[in-house]
């Protein structure tokens, strides 16, 4: 977790909570913790912010409708996972069948996939194309935070990377990137500053913007 301490205990408990259990309302979380509700509804809001939670509104046959709370795909890979070594190795493996070549065609087909995919999701302005591909990534576990600049352009900064092994054995998969932000917001200008697999930086940072 990015935030240590006490703090982080506390989040930590409540997403191992909803990992058993699916769904808890803050009644649910505050007893299980022993603290208040106004406590745990702090810490919700935190991690809601964070991409890691989320919320629907259940009602009630009588009485007000009530909040349950559930991991998103972010908050869901927190927990331990071996993706990244079962991938890094399979498309090794690839490699040595059939050729670096194959393993380029395949991140290809998953750009051209993912286009497919999300293309119908991002529309409107440029800033609502950005909005939409934050919104997207976050979802896919990227957790991203945007910034509109001064000369019109955007930050897009991508705090977690799914693929950053695979990545870093495989550049072929930062460029597919480059090229399916391009196509869904519809501009050449992109640019990617910084990379969480090549360097030692906490995120990937992109500068996007709709024209010269």
Same mark, same amino acid.
């Given at each position: 977790m990015v935030v240590l301490g006490k703090e982080t205990s506390s989040?930590?408990?409540?997403?191992?909570?909803l990992k058993r259990n699916q769904e808890q309302t803050v009644a649910d979380l505050a007893a299980e913790l022993g603290v208040t509700e106004m406590a745990v509804r702090r810490? +919700?809001?935190?991690?809601?912010?964070?991409?890691?939670?989320?919320?629907?509104? *259940? %009602?009630?046959?009588?009485?007000?409708?009530?909040?349950?709370y559930s991991l998103t795909k972010a908050g869901d890979e927190c927990f331990p996972r071996n993706y990244g070594e079962l991938s890094l190795g399979i498309l090794q493996d690839l490699e040595k069948i059939s050729g670096l070549e194959v393993v380029d065609q395949l991140f290809e087909?998953?750009?051209?996939? +993912?286009?497919?995919?999300?293309?119908?999701?991002?529309?409107?302005?440029?800033? *609502? %194309?950005?909005a939409a591909l934050a919104r997207i990534q976050t979802e896919n576990g990227y957790m991203v935070d945007y910034q509109e600049l001064e000369?019109?352009?955007?930050?897009?900064?991508?705090?977690?990377?799914?693929?950053?092994?695979?990545?870093?054995?495989?550049p072929v998969a930062c460029k597919c990137e480059h090229q399916l932000f391009q196509k869904l917001l519809g501009t050449e200008h992109v640019e990617q500053k910084t990379c969480i697999a090549k360097g030692k930086t906490s995120c990937c940072?992109?500068?996007?913007k709709e024209r010269s």
């Open positions: 989040r930590q408990i409540i997403l191992t909570m810490h +919700l809001q935190g991690l809601e912010k964070d991409g890691l939670i989320q919320a629907r509104i *259940e %009602r009630q046959a009588m009485g007000r409708p009530t909040n349950k087909q998953r750009r051209n996939r +993912l286009e497919q995919q999300y293309g119908p999701e991002i529309s409107g302005s440029f800033a *609502e %194309r950005v000369d019109g352009s955007y930050e897009f900064k991508e705090y977690n990377c799914p693929i950053a092994k695979v990545a870093k054995e495989y940072t992109y500068k996007l």
